[in-house]
């Protein structure tokens, strides 16, 4: 019998099970009976689409053995079994980044850590907080050899050739002696019932009491081995609502989120006619870690008259609703309907269109507080599906949320649009970075005076890309302030006469910067600041500045414009300077000072901290 060394980040997991979270020791048969109920989904698919597998008196179920004299605990299933590669693969190793991503995630605080372990599919290490050793005997469907994974946690394990008749799994935990709590029948019963009780299969609880039979001299006390079901055994999402609580959705939320969090809402909704369909859908408070990640799990499991299908199918749901969790459970799609032929089945695309639906709706009727909590997690999915869903693209408008510069926390276009100038139905936002930077954008000085309000969209990576895009909000038209002239009170003459005055100071300007600008021009925008920067939008390349970001590469130069604004004192003294050198320092910190009000740097960090200190020295 071979001895094999844990992956490295298992062994720091099992390090961490062992010695750190004993909050909530008792998930571990939450998370044992979920991977039972796994196992018996998948074999239970098997009986009915495969002739190979179709055994005429097979049921699922699964069992719980207590044993006080043993000092052991023990949970079986007669599922899909695994083999000896399955055992080494699941149990040995990870093969996903998950292991890293919990490591990464922990916060300390062991009831919150606890809450990690399922979400990161390491839910079976969970064991080895109440355990001093653990053997897993299994038998996979359709094959002869059954094989014994068998570990104390420390860093090895072993795998050896056993007996089984069944296919299936049989867990053996040799509990730590100060453990015996879950040996007591009510306690296992109550966790059960707590975290499993709508688990579709009996869980049925092994375990012996003492009965005393006789009265006075002829009393005898007796071992009696008992045996009964302790959930109820039926799919949660086939009952009505009528029949269901509240407590009786948050529990089953939290059997599939593998956590102790209630969720922030649910809808369970049943769909009679063309296609019939039930779902049960759960918007957790907190984004699932793994929301950003290429690998993210699927969180929808879908469901065929009752019968898995898949846990893995990411076409169940858009892309951009990868944060929700919970079920789709169809009475119209074949049992054998193909994981390939998911993608293009019509009855599954009418399912995900009305769950789509459905759950923006739900979620556009959030109170003000549920909204927070929302956005704060999910807002910049809700931009992704802006981009990507044209068909849901007014609801989705509906619910995101962005910045103001005029008003506390994250506001709506209907929100803005309802404090806004109804004649000219224009919806002014700004991108950028970061959000102290905007808000202190001199492009935003006319826009302050004039008392208008301003979108400030700091997530730039996403919102460069889908503002633009957007361009409308019913009637209104989005609007970039840096790409328009901005509200002013002199008239178009005026402006080209003020123009026409300062020609020479901006055509000497322009001369000082030479190629560093596309133009120097008077500004309209300008109330306080002496000068701003922005991007030439007559740039061909500035409009593919959205496509480039798409496709992951940088974006070439765009040449700048910079402004000048002819009312600030700095200004009107630099039109009359005749000291050429001084007038070069002044024309490049107006430059470099715009750049750095909009979060750019300067060409030269060195040259513009010179020129700042000379002009400094001079006014000393």
């Not at 093969?95 to 922990?106: I, P, R, V, Y």
């Not at 375990?207 to 009265?215: F, I, R």
């Not at 809402?265 to 870690?289: D, Q, S």
Request: net charge negative.
């Amino acid at each position: 019998m071979a001895k094999h060394q844990f992956q490295t980040e298992i062994g720091q997991l099992l390090k961490l099970m062992t010695h750190s979270l004993y909050s909530n020791k008792e998930i571990f048969i939450r998370e044992l009976v979920s991977n039972a109920s796994d196992a018996i989904d998948k074999f239970n698919y098997l009986s009915l689409t495969d002739e190979t597998f179709k055994e005429e008196n097979w049921s699922g179920k699964i069992f719980i053995k207590l044993d006080k004299e043993d000092h052991s605990l023990t949970i079986g299933d007669n599922g899909i079994g695994m083999n000896e590669a399955d055992l080494m693969d699941h149990l040995g190793t990870i093969a996903k980044s998950g292991t890293k991503a919990f490591m990464e995630n922990l916060t300390g605080d062991a009831k919150k850590d606890s809450n990690l372990i399922g979400q990161f599919g390491v839910g079976f290490y969970s064991v080895f907080m109440v355990a001093d050793h653990v053997d897993v005997i299994s038998k996979k469907a359709g094959e002869e050899q059954a094989y014994m994974f068998s570990t104390d946690g420390t860093g090895e394990y072993e795998v050896k050739p056993v007996t089984k008749e069944e296919h299936g799994t049989i867990i053996y935990i040799k509990l730590k002696d100060d453990e015996k709590e879950f040996l007591d029948k009510r306690k296992t019963e109550g966790v059960v019932k707590k975290y499993s009780n709508h688990i579709a299969y009996p869980i049925v609880l092994n375990y012996t009491a003492e009965e005393t039979e006789g009265e006075g001299d002829d009393k005898v006390t007796k071992t009696v081995s008992k045996s009964e079901q302790i959930n109820a055994a039926t799919a949660l999402w086939t009952l009505s609502k009528s029949e269901l609580k509240e407590e009786d959705y948050v529990e089953f939320y939290k059997t599939l989120a593998h956590g102790d969090d209630a969720p922030l809402t649910y809808l369970h909704n049943r769909v009679e006619g063309a296609n019939e369909f039930t779902t049960l859908f759960y918007i957790p408070k907190k984004a699932p870690m793994d929301m950003y990640r290429s690998d993210y799990e699927a969180g929808v499991k879908l469901y065929v008259k009752r019968v898995f299908i898949t846990d893995d199918s990411k076409e169940l749901l858009p892309v951009y609703l990868r944060f929700v969790k919970g079920i789709i459970d169809s009475e119209d799609l074949p049992l054998n309907v193909s994981r390939e032929l998911l993608q293009e089945n019509r009855i599954l695309a009418n399912i995900k269109q009305n769950s789509t639906k459905k759950i923006l709706q739900t979620i556009k009727k959030f109170n003000s507080e549920e909204m927070e909590i929302f956005t704060s997690q999910y807002n910049r999915m809700i931009k992704e599906g802006i981009y990507t869903d044209m068909v849901n693209r007014d609801l989705l408008l509906d619910i995101v949320r962005y910045k103001s510069s005029s008003q506390e926390g994250l506001v709506s276009f209907e929100e803005y649009v309802s404090r806004a100038d109804s004649e000219k139905k224009e919806i002014y936002y700004i991108v950028g970075e970061n959000e102290k930077v905007l808000r202190n954008s001199p492009l935003l000085e006319a826009y302050k005076k004039a008392n208008i309000e301003v979108l400030i969209m700091d997530d730039k990576e996403v919102d460069e890309l889908v503002a633009p895009m957007i361009g409308e909000y019913g009637e209104w038209s989005l609007s970039d302030i840096t790409v328009i002239d901005a509200p002013d009170s002199k008239t178009k003459e005026e402006q080209e006469e003020i123009s026409k005055e300062f020609k020479p100071l901006t055509d000497k300007i322009k001369e000082v910067l030479g190629d560093e600008v596309k133009e120097v021009k008077i500004s309209t925008r300008l109330t306080t600041s002496p000068s701003c920067v922005l991007k030439d939008t007559s740039d061909p390349m500035a409009s593919m500045a959205a496509l480039f970001a798409q496709i992951g590469q940088s974006m070439p130069e765009i040449k700048l414009v910079l402004e000048i604004n002819p009312d600030h004192e700095m200004i009107k003294k630099l039109d009359g300077l005749s000291d050429e050198s001084l007038f070069a320092d002044i024309a490049w910190i107006l430059l470099d000072s715009a750049k750095l009000s909009e979060g750019l740097e300067p060409k030269d960090k060195g040259e513009f901290v010179s020129r700042i200190t000379s002009l400094a020295t001079k006014a000393l």
